[in-house]
């Protein structure tokens, strides 16, 4: 483990430093510690310098813009493991050279391949206790061999997700959920299924389950900065929500060393530059009518929350800094719901197929290969909702993790 401080990254301690702004310049060096060093792993230790206010940033974020209607800019940490291109070339994700990283608008389009070429993982810590806290939790996961008592549960919340009632009507939370569960089979874990099918996905059942630990826990349905939630559709055409779990109940989970990889499926959980300012400006905006992904004022999201959380929560989380996107029905016909052979569905089973199928017990790799096993089969230059998908997917952990510890 080589630890690198943003100060000799700028400064040149080890390399001559390259880049027009300081994200360029850490992503030129891990290019060359690639090439020079070999490493495999970067984890960026540093989120926004506070919890209340502003976009002063410890490590450095790209937003970028690839703009539907509703969202023009979000967070991707996937600029700094796409360090070449097609061509072998360092991938300045700029290259119509404008200064507008990863566009994709009217007025330009940057050329991106989207392969992660080294595993990139971010604790989005704001103070020091936090970066105690989650070291800490790191550092207990590895050298204490998981109990299988714990570690062979997997939690999964779901329930509807889309409305299609006059359609297939999948309860598409709970397909993808399923598909998890299949995945994980073979490997001996016990699936705790928290589904508004079976009537027990409620807020204190979510806490009670987790607080139990887990080796894995997938959330699939719908979310905000702040919380994570399921639809009913059986009354309203809009939906119901369903609330599973908010950060205000987070220090509620009691699975003290006894933590989840943890998967969440939906919008914005993972949006890790919230502020309690700008979402309580985000709240108050709503009661105008406004468009705001906030749905409660919140210092952190939900997806850093229940990694920095104490005396419980996750080992690391992987969610969305954006607009999350997902499908229904069965467009081809094939007899498998399209909600999890597309987009985020797709995704979120193939990560967890990682671990059950492939036998990758890293758990950077396993991010790594779902990304790339996605870029290969929906080119992200082809369709922006592909390249969005892989973009947003934010991985808040150690990428060197070894899944459930190493044997003493």
Request: net charge negative; aromatic share 14%; charged share 20%.
């Amino acid at each position: 483990t080589i630890l690198v401080t943003t100060d000799e990254v700028y400064g040149g301690s080890y390399f001559t430093p390259q880049g027009r702004d300081d994200a360029e310049k850490i992503k030129y060096f891990i290019k060359n510690a690639i090439e020079q060093w070999g490493i495999k792993y970067v984890m960026l230790v540093g989120g926004l310098t506070s919890l209340i206010s502003g976009q002063e940033w410890y490590i450095p974020v790209v937003y970028v813009h690839n703009e539907d209607t509703s969202e023009p800019q979000y967070i991707s940490d996937l600029y700094y493991a796409d360090i070449y291109d097609a061509d072998g070339n360092f991938s300045s994700w700029d290259t119509n050279g404008n200064g507008v990283y990863g566009e994709w608008r009217m007025t330009g389009k940057d050329k991106i391949d989207g392969y992660p070429d080294v595993y990139v993982g971010r604790l989005a810590c704001r103070n020091v206790k936090e970066v105690e806290t989650v070291v800490n939790k790191i550092i207990t996961y590895e050298s204490t061999p998981a109990d299988p008592s714990w570690f062979k549960r997997l939690v999964l919340a779901g329930g509807d997700t889309f409305n299609d009632i006059s359609g297939h009507n999948f309860l598409e939370g709970e397909v993808a959920t399923q598909q998890t569960a299949d995945y994980l089979s073979d490997k001996g874990f016990e699936p705790i299924k928290l589904w508004w099918s079976l009537g027990n996905l409620k807020q204190p059942n979510v806490v009670d389950e987790i607080s139990k630990g887990a080796g894995f826990l997938h959330f699939s349905g719908h979310g905000s900065p702040g919380m994570w939630m399921a639809k009913d559709f059986t009354q309203d055409p809009h939906g119901k929500y369903i609330l599973g779990l908010d950060v205000y109940h987070m220090p509620l989970l009691s699975n003290d060393g006894k933590y989840p990889v943890t998967v969440i499926g939906g919008c914005h959980n993972s949006m890790f530059n919230a502020t309690l300012m700008g979402s309580t400006i985000g709240c108050i905006k709503s009661l105008t009518g406004s468009l705001t992904w906030y749905w409660m004022p919140i210092p952190e999201s939900f997806g850093w929350w229940i990694v920095k959380a104490q005396n419980g929560g996750a080992i690391a989380s992987f969610g969305c800094t954006g607009l999350g996107y997902g499908t229904i029905g069965d467009s081809n016909d094939d007899g498998i719901p399209d909600c999890i052979q597309y987009l985020l569905g797709w995704l979120e089973v193939h990560f967890f197929a990682q671990y059950g199928q492939e036998n990758v017990d890293i758990l950077g790799e396993m991010w790594g290969n779902a990304i790339t096993g996605y870029v290969n089969l929906f080119p992200p230059m082809d369709d922006k909702t592909d390249l969005k998908t892989i973009e947003e997917w934010a991985f808040l952990g150690d990428p060197s993790l070894k899944i459930g510890g190493y044997s003493s």
